[in-house]
């Protein structure tokens, strides 16, 4: 299952010739990703101002499969690809108005020690709301 955010392309995010800025991509990836926390109703911004651990993004890649344009609006659908005891791994793929896949991306998200900077577990907050986007329990974006 996956949970879906929508986004329109603007002008912010293209380069001269009105197409995507490569960054750009996992930018929107991570606004989506923010929209996903939303919804699950752990905002990125109260989770950031708790003691916990945090789930800095450790690895990044993207495919540009064909360009997304100025004015496009996407649908971002975010797929749960991995789940280990220390980090997972979230899928997004961009689709234009039509379905058509137009980019693709991957973000692994480790669990951190904000204090230390080591390594520790995934909270067992973080793998409910995994489960949720797993079993497609949450309304879309």
Request: charged residues 25%; negative net charge; hydrophobic residues 40%.
């Amino acid at each position: 299952m996956s949970w879906t955010h929508h986004k329109p392309i603007r002008l912010h995010h293209t380069d001269a010739a009105g197409i995507i800025f490569f960054p750009r991509l996992l930018e929107l990836a991570h606004e989506a990703y923010e929209a996903l926390l939303d919804a699950l109703g752990f905002p990125l911004a109260q989770g950031l101002a708790t003691d916990g651990p945090i789930l800095p993004i450790g690895r990044c890649e993207a495919d540009y499969l064909r360009p997304l344009k100025l004015g496009m609006t996407v649908a971002i659908e975010i797929t749960v690809l991995r789940e280990g005891n220390r980090s997972f791994t979230l899928g997004y793929v961009f689709r234009d108005e039509e379905g058509t896949e137009m980019a693709r991306a991957q973000t692994v998200h480790v669990g951190m020690d904000r204090r230390t900077g080591k390594s520790v577990e995934l909270p067992d907050m973080v793998r409910v709301g995994l489960k949720m986007v797993k079993e497609g329990n949450i309304s879309a974006g």
